[in-house]
């Protein structure tokens, strides 16, 4: 197993007070943390999030996604419940590192979808690996979560990794004009539960009309 625990510590956040637990993962060089409030080891379904690095969005409150939005709303949910989990999992830009998510931006901002431009790039879509969340979770004592998500490749991935997702909730927040197009590529291109933009009115021409 590649995955090492580390340390805890508290971490009091604006939502309520976190206990922070740092792992080591040796086939990767990263580290991945775990965010942990109340009781998360009584057997019963803990709510979680599995929440992919985004800089621009969790630190630098870029509206282009809605990874910040959504890790404050996952917080939230947390510390409103008294007791649940979010996995900070460093893996920035779906997988492809920093540099290479502003090489996407680029393009993105010269007219690609933000799928075309990882393809542009020479990578698919989603280069995720979601290995580490199964010993991070059990280190906790976790046997099965609720998980906060609107990606349903995420649940697949999770579960294929041997977590035990007993429920899918969703998190819907901070759709914005910057960040619009993005959201509607993943509902179309990547699958996620998100409401679809409405479709425009047909345009009935007076000839076409039956009634006319
Ligand atoms: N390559 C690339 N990565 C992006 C882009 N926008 C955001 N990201 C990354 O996408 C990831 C978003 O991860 P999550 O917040 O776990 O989101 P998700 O898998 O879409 O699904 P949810 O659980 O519903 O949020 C982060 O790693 C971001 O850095 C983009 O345009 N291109
Ligand atoms: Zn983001």
Redesign the pocket.
């Known amino acids: 197993m590649s995955i090492t625990y580390v340390a805890s510590s508290r971490l009091p956040t604006p939502f309520g007070v976190f206990t922070m637990h740092g792992f080591e993962d040796s086939a990767t060089g990263k580290e991945h943390i775990a965010l942990s409030m109340g009781d998360v080891g009584n057997g019963e379904p803990v709510l979680a ?6 800089l ?2 969790d630190a630098l409150f870029s509206m ?4 910040g939005y ?1 890790l404050e709303a996952a917080l939230r949910a947390v510390a409103e419940a008294g007791h649940g989990v979010v996995l900070y999992l460093r ?6 590192g920093l540099l ?2 502003i090489r ?2 680029h393009l ?1 901002d010269q007219g690609a979808d ?1 799928v075309e ?2 393809e542009q790039l020479g990578f698919g879509a ?1 280069m ?1 690996d979601y290995s580490m969340c199964q010993p991070m979770l059990e280190h906790l004592g976790i046997k099965a979560i609720r998980l ?4 349903p ?2 649940v697949k991935a999770l579960s294929a990794a041997g977590v035990q997702v007993v429920e899918r909730v969703p ?1 819907e927040v901070g759709r914005n004009p910057h960040n619009d197009g ?1 959201l509607n590529t ?1 509902a179309s291109k ?1 699958g ?1 539960y998100l409401p679809q933009p409405p479709q425009a009115p047909a345009i009935t021409h007076q000839d076409d009309d039956p009634a006319s």
């Open positions: 999030r599995a929440h992919s690095e985004c621009t969005g282009r996604c809605d990874c959504q893996q920035e830009g779906r997988g492809i290479n998510k996407a931006y993105q933000t431009a990882n989603d995720r906060m998500t609107n990606n490749r995420k998190l993005y993943k990547l996620h």
